[in-house]
């Protein structure tokens, strides 16, 4: 056996992760994946109005709301039978793009990017920028302090630290535009939402809030400034990355996983709803040289808690879920449950619904030597930003030109109230991947709720079959030539852009993890 590390809690994400890894002869063998919060959410909305519901989960999270809300409101959608007109999903369209545009380039320079560069090289900075020369002068007090510690090279050699003086200082600069970008964008679901975080305006039936010609002209001006930014400078950067100082890893494939993957489908193109930006599909098994899509079928997910700290029960179909919790549990390790595709772990995401799309950019890197891994995903994010960004002009216009119709309407007023009994299931797909809302109702309260969200796909501990969940998979053979430094561990985790907040929700009080190695 080889040596077991804990890296407890996993920085630079959203939530609480621990991830524990078996190290021997400089490679990962064996990983597990922990959410260290218990889930609750779903228990809160048991017994409440179904119309609260958009509202209540939107709270899961303050990064990603919007895919909550808009998700319960398709399976209210659903369960009340409402039939949302084409202006409305135009703007809910519009609402969940903005969620990509500010989400994805956010992940790349705020989340990931320090992972990849020796950020000490800015110290040797000669020009005139204020804001590096901020940077610069906090790095300078930071050494003199001696206190570089989450800023320097974990271990020598790296074979993936930039340390280039060139291409840090020019990431460091991006870095700091991309906040600023990530401040203009937020404020653009806001346009329709009312106010961010937490729209006020998607509720079932489709959205209430009627939109104006200034709001169309105004998001249309706001979009131009983040479609220059990410077609010249975000997808640059993150190809000169991947293409570039990080192409060893591309190669290596580190970080690939069982090669499964989950899309839901999102983001209609036309009334019909037909041709979606992203399609629905599932892979198994993945053959690059001959991608094999099969038909998505909400029939066969079902949630394991075997190693999970809740009551224990076989696999069940979401509509059948519940959280009872049993801290005393043996052989659990996490109160993140393990939602399996026809008992298959899966991943979803931006890598994902690339694949599954056969997106000729990303098969493109794959056929010049790329594997499926850590790289490829900030790759996918990339390739996706675009697309959504082209999908929000067409949307505008499409709204511009069905605002001046007779008949324009936003919202299915005659499904309004509750039915005394239903049920309904929601999907969409959030920047991080496959999200579902299903519920029941009867006495025209809510009955059960229960989400499966993208980081509970990713971040599943093992099941019954004893299958490890994505990140565990993603981590085995990872090279890790010092145990003392595990960076490559972090660099896979935050390829898949996590958020525990979602996955796993009310923090339990007599939960107080020891803190036993941290990596910044």
Same mark, same amino acid.
């Given at each position: ?233 975000? /997808? ?7 293409? +570039?100082?990080?192409? @060893?890893? *591309?190669?290596? $494939?580190?970080?690939?996983? #069982? ?95 690339? /694949? ?7 098969? +493109?890197?794959?056929? @010049?030597? *790329?594997?499926? $891994?850590?790289?490829?995903? #900030? ?142």
């Amino acid at each position: 056996m080889g040596k077991k590390i804990t890296i407890d809690p996993i920085t630079r994400i959203e939530g609480h992760l621990k991830i524990e890894v078996e190290i021997d002869k400089g490679k990962v063998t064996n990983a597990w994946s922990s959410g260290t919060m218990a889930r609750g959410f779903e228990a809160l909305l048991t017994g409440k109005d179904p119309r609260d519901a958009s509202f209540v989960t939107s709270r899961f999270c303050g990064v990603c709301y919007s895919v909550h809300q808009v998700c319960s409101a398709r399976a209210l959608d659903a369960a009340f039978g409402a039939k949302v007109p084409w202006g409305g999903t135009l703007i809910r369209n519009l609402v969940m793009g903005a969620e990509f545009i500010y989400d994805h380039p956010l992940h790349f320079y705020q989340l990931s990017a320090l992972d990849y560069i020796d950020i000490m090289a800015i110290a040797n900075y000669k020009g005139k920028d204020k804001d590096l020369l901020a940077v610069k002068d906090k790095i300078i007090g930071l050494v003199k302090s001696k206190d570089t510690f989450p800023l320097t090279p974990r271990y020598e050699p790296d074979d993936f630290c930039v340390k280039d003086p060139e291409i840090v200082i020019t990431a460091v600069k991006h870095y700091i535009d991309a906040l600023k970008m990530h401040a203009k964008a937020r404020n653009m679901g806001a346009i329709w939402g009312g106010r961010t975080p937490h729209y006020q305006n998607i509720v079932v039936g489709g959205v209430t809030s009627y939109p104006d010609i200034n709001q169309v002209a105004r998001f249309r001006t706001m979009l131009d400034e983040q479609a220059k930014f990410i077609n010249e400078v975000y /997808i640059p950067d993150v190809l000169a990355f991947g293409t +570039g100082p990080l192409w @060893k890893l *591309a190669e290596m $494939g580190v970080g690939g996983g #069982h090669y499964n993957y989950l899309s839901y489908g999102a983001f209609e193109k036309d009334s019909d709803g037909k041709d979606l930006v992203f399609p629905a599909g599932v892979i198994v098994g993945l053959n690059p040289a001959n991608i094999k899509v099969d038909p998505f079928d909400p029939k066969k997910i079902t949630e394991s808690v075997k190693h999970a700290w809740y009551k224990e029960n076989k696999p069940v179909h979401p509509y059948d879920g519940e959280q009872i919790f049993n801290l005393d549990k043996k052989d659990a390790y996490s109160f993140v449950k393990a939602p399996r595709y026809d008992g298959k772990a899966m991943e979803v995401g931006p890598l994902a619904r690339m /694949i599954i799309a056969k997106n000729p950019d990303l098969i +493109g890197l794959v056929k @010049k030597g *790329a594997k499926p $891994g850590a790289v490829a995903r #900030h790759a996918a994010r990339a390739i996706e930003t675009r697309l959504i960004v082209d999908a929000c002009y067409k949307w505008l216009d499409d709204l511009q030109t069905a605002m001046t119709k007779p008949g324009f309407k936003i919202h299915d007023t005659e499904h309004w109230d509750p039915p005394e009994s239903g049920m309904g299931v929601g999907f969409f797909e959030p920047p991080r991947g496959a999200l579902g809302h299903w519920i029941k109702i009867k006495n025209k309260k809510i009955e059960n709720y229960q989400a499966v969200v993208p980081s509970t796909w990713n971040a599943s501990p093992r099941c019954e079959n004893g299958t490890r969940g994505q990140y565990e998979e993603a981590l085995i053979g990872a090279p890790v030539p010092d145990p003392e430094n595990p960076i490559n561990v972090v660099r896979i985790i935050r390829s898949f852009d996590p958020c525990l907040a979602c996955a796993i929700h009310i923090i339990d009080p007599k939960t107080n993890e020891i803190r036993k190695f941290i990596v910044e």
